[in-house]
T-cell receptor, first 115, second 115 residues
């Protein structure tokens, strides 16, 4: 069966510090991978998505970047965090190679507080 | 006009009530419709999935899609306190028009079922 792992669950970081959030998917190959941010009252905001190793599409220009060094690994990074980067970060994946679309499967999320 | 509109609530009902949650959308290319349930501080989980128009029932949950009105609904019968969560509608045009299975979410409706 397929599973998605996201860590850490909670993170408190000072302004100006770097960030690295990691997401891995097991039990599938060549998934599409997604990073979302969820802020109160603003819903789910798509930040980045990837259709393959090294292929990253950015949806919103911001202080963050993403990388996909391996097929089932997706990393969200920042060199210098801003207060506005606080939020709930969610990784998700989509199964490829099928004719049917069943939506995305989400990880358990990382709650980031920048202080 | 936003692509997907969802009343954020909050919605508070007594245990056993029938709950109706709704979303409207503007993109006529949408053909995949989903409802996600998100418990506090957790990632969203797929609850119901519908392709094109029609109804789908799963236990106490019924999803309805009316493409002519661009309107989708989720009904919860005999609501339970464990149904207390945020419900997000989501929809996609699949791979048509270069959409690449992008999923567009509503902002979510917070539901509380009181015992």
């Amino acid at each position: 069966s397929q599973t998605i792992h996201q860590w850490p669950a909670t993170l408190v970081q000072p302004v100006g510090s770097p960030l690295s959030l990691e997401c891995t998917v097991e039990g599938t190959s060549n998934p599409n991978l997604y990073w979302y941010r969820q802020a109160a009252g603003r819903g789910l905001q798509l930040l980045f998505y990837s259709v393959g190793i090294g292929q990253i599409s950015s949806e919103v220009p911001q202080n963050l970047s993403a990388s996909r060094p391996q097929d089932r690994q997706f990393i969200l990074s920042s060199k210098k965090l801003l207060l506005s980067d606080s939020g709930f970060y969610l990784c998700a994946w989509r199964k490829t190679g099928t004719l049917t679309f069943y939506g995305y499967t989400f990880g358990s999320g990382t709650r980031l507080t920048v202080v | 006009q936003k692509e997907v509109e969802q009343d954020p609530g909050p919605l508070s009902v007594p245990e056993g009530a029938i709950v109706s949650l709704n979303c409207t959308y503007s993109n006529s290319a949408f053909q995949y419709f989903m409802w996600y349930r998100q418990y506090s501080r957790k990632g969203p989980e797929l609850l119901m999935y519908t392709y094109s128009s029609g109804n789908k029932e799963d236990g106490r949950f019924t999803a309805q899609v009316d493409k002519s009105s661009k309107y989708i609904s989720l009904f919860i019968r005999d609501s339970q306190p464990s149904d207390s969560a945020t419900y997000l509608c989501a929809m996609s045009a699949g791979n048509s028009g270069g959409s690449n299975y992008k999923l567009t979410f509503g902002k979510g409706t917070l539901l509380t079922v009181n015992p």
